[in-house]
Each structure stands twice: as C-alpha cells, then as structure tokens.
C-alpha cells in the first residue's frame, strides 16, 4: 500500500484527536472550495479516455452488427428450407396421385381379368383361339387391299 501524507497538525501522536471536530472541519473547508467553484471543477479528460470510449462504441456496433447478420442469416437459412420442404411435399403429393391413379386402373383390369368375355376377347385377339365349332376365314392380300380402299 501506498503511504498516506499525514496532516501536519496531527503528526504529533500524542495529541488526541477529536474524529467528530475533524469530519465538522474538513466539511467546512469543502463547503468552502464548493463556493468558490474549486471543488466542481475536474480536469478534463485526456483525449486517449476519448479515444478508448470511442473504440469502445465501434467494437460494441460491430458485435451487435455481427449478431443481427448472424440472425438474419440463420432466419434466411431457415426459410429456405421451408420452401424447398414445400415444393417435395408438393412433389410428392404429385406422384401419390399419379400412383394412385395406376393402382385404381391394375384394380380395373384385375377385376377384368376374373370376367368370362374379357377372357375369351383376349384369347382370340392375342393368340387367335377360336371354339369348337367355329372356322377361321383368312382374308387373302388382295382382299385386304380391296377392304383398305373401300374403307375411308
């Protein structure tokens, strides 16, 4: 610790002090300097404090600049996301139709297949089936050439 300067009235330490005359005296002696105007009256800063609570300012803007764009960022990150989960789940919702859509029509042709006459359409179309009792005509090149021109 520093050493503090002493009065030069209480330097002799024999002497009793009186804290209470002591506190009375030295409010005095500011009520005095305080009418003169002394004791208001403070050095002005040196111009580093300045510069330090300037410093100090830009840093605090530039912290608070780079959360508010850390903010934003995150926010425009966010709602990209948003739209792209938009567009799949539109998408998506696309293909279930168009998925549903081919399982109403293999449902369709099931059932067709357990029909009779889908059966025997298909058995004389595709593998040229015929029943029992029935004569096949093959129409000749010429008569197809003659049924195409007769034909519009």
């Known amino acids: 610790m520093a050493k503090r300067k002493r009065s030069k009235q209480f330097k002799d330490t024999s002497q009793v002090i009186d804290i209470e005359e002591a506190r009375r005296k030295r409010q005095e002696k500011r009520s005095r300097q305080h009418k003169k105007g002394r004791l208001n009256q403070r050095p002005a800063p040196e111009r580093p404090v300045r510069a330090s609570v300037k410093q100090a300012r830009k840093r605090r803007s530039i912290i608070y600049a780079a959360i508010i764009l850390a ?10 996301n948003i739209i792209t ?56 090149a010429s008569d197809k050439k003659k049924g195409n021109g007769n034909e519009d």
């Open 71 to 80: 903010i934003v960022a995150v926010i425009g990150v966010s709602i990209y």
């Open 85 to 140: 989960l938009k567009q799949e789940q539109k998408e998506i919702l696309r293909q279930q139709q168009e998925l549903q859509e081919q399982k109403a029509e293999l449902k369709e042709e099931l059932e067709q297949l357990s029909n009779p006459e889908y059966i025997e359409e298909q058995g004389r179309t595709q593998l040229r089936l015929v029943l029992p009792g029935e004569n096949i005509y093959v129409p000749s």
